[in-house]
């Protein structure tokens, strides 16, 4: 029982550890958000500022945020910005509430977390990127809005 007790134990310490080196809260920077607080940006895997994206690899940006309204519905934008140009992501789905582990309508002044998975293209170039994430509600305003930078390897 004591050997089961220890294996648990050990388990459970390398799986925080693991978590603490895959995932890193990022320095970001808010713009127009009337409608919302952004309080923290994660990204999974990420060890080092900018967090370094490998083509063909999964990546998972979680976004901690606190709506000043309540959210019965809204949308998900992504723009990449790279020598200047901004460039609209396509996302399969960009319904806020739909996927993302949010559950509308969201209460005003109740803070949420925002899952986005995706995978780095093949083809995407290397070099030095500002992501920026929109979050759009039912009437049109943007809720939360920030910018990360990453680098693509």
Known sequence: MAKLVSFIIIAYLLIISTEEI???????????????????????????????????????IAITFTPNEVLSKGDIHLYVTKWGIRKKLPLKNPHLCEGYGL?????????????ITGQIPQRAPSGTYEVEAE???????????GIITVEIA
């Open 135 to 145: 979050l759009i509600d039912q009437n049109g305003g943007t809720v939360v809005c």
């Open 22 to 60: 895959l995932s890193r809260e990022v320095p970001f920077t808010k713009c127009a958000s009337p409608f919302g607080q952004l309080s923290s940006v994660d990204v999974t895997p990420c060890d080092s500022n900018p967090c370094v994206f490998e083509s063909g690899t999964n990546e998972t």
């Open 103 to 115: 559950k509308c309508p969201l209460k005003k002044g109740i803070p949420v977390k925002l899952s």
